[in-house]
């Protein structure tokens, strides 16, 4: 039996779900400006799961570096998120939020 297609997804399951609270703290104490943050690690994460030879690790590095870009999306969206009262404001920057 092969099992790599089920542990890619796992994995990326993992991911995803790692992600999700971590956009959340991360606009809640730094805001908007760490998004380059996840983009020098989307990058990093993309160009090493091009260079590495096992295919299992390749994946889950080309899924992280994906999930790092995509994470530049959604910070923003928390933000929005944050303005409209669905998740709580950090009272320290009450000023980035107007």
């Not at 943050?37 to 160009?47: E, I, K, Q, W, Y």
């Not at 096992?54 to 994470?71: D, R």
Request: charged share 15%; proline share 3%.
């Amino acid at each position: 039996m092969n099992y790599i297609g089920l542990v890619v997804a796992v994995v990326t399951f993992l991911i995803v779900g790692l992600f999700h609270p971590i956009v959340i703290k991360c606009e809640y104490y730094f805001g908007t400006r760490c998004w380059w943050v996840f983009a020098l690690a989307g990058v990093l994460f993309v160009v090493a799961s091009l260079l590495v030879g096992n295919a299992v690790v390749g994946s889950i590095l080309g899924v992280s570096g994906c999930t790092c870009l995509w994470s530049i999306f959604e910070i923003f969206e928390q933000k929005k998120r944050v303005q409209k009262g669905w998740f709580p404001m950090n009272p320290k920057r009450k000023n980035d939020y107007m």
